[in-house]
């Protein structure tokens, strides 16, 4: 029983964009400090993406500096991730993590709620 629930997922060209979202349906993400994180096959997941409880706080991995932005918007109790610039290293099932207190932003030892995850291809 997923607690999170990503959306947003799918195929893109090389140099794309999406939006990836995500969800709790059965409490308030106003309490939790989120991530993304993301595991293409063959890999280790990595963490792609962290947010403070007040979304004054971000970190994110070297690889998406620059392209990917992590924000909440609390009220609608939601999590999004905006992908520009879509490589096709990007190619992973993406998690949103969520937890009351993150010691490592983006270890996922951290974080103890996860979602079941969304697909995301990238080709040219």
């Known amino acids: 029983q997923a607690q999170l629930v990503e959306s947003g997922g799918g195929s893109v060209q090389v140099g794309g964009s999406l939006r990836l979202a995500c969800a709790a349906s059965?409490?308030?993400?106003?309490?939790?400090?989120m991530g993304w994180f993301r595991q293409a096959p063959g890999k280790e997941r990595e963490g792609v993406a962290h947010?403070?409880?007040?979304?004054?706080?971000?970190k994110y991995a070297s690889s998406v500096k620059g392209r990917f932005t992590i924000s909440r918007d609390n009220a609608k109790n939601t999590l999004y991730l905006q992908m520009n610039s879509l490589k096709q290293e990007d190619t992973a099932m993406y998690y949103c993590?969520?937890?009351?207190?993150?010691?490592?932003?983006?270890?996922?030892?951290?974080?103890?709620?996860w979602g079941r995850g969304t697909q995301v291809i990238v080709s040219s």
């Open positions: 947010i403070n409880i007040g979304g004054e706080i971000t």
């Open positions: 059965e409490y308030p993400l106003s309490t939790k400090a």
């Open positions: 993590a969520a937890d009351i207190r993150v010691m490592s932003p983006l270890s996922e030892a951290a974080y103890l709620y």
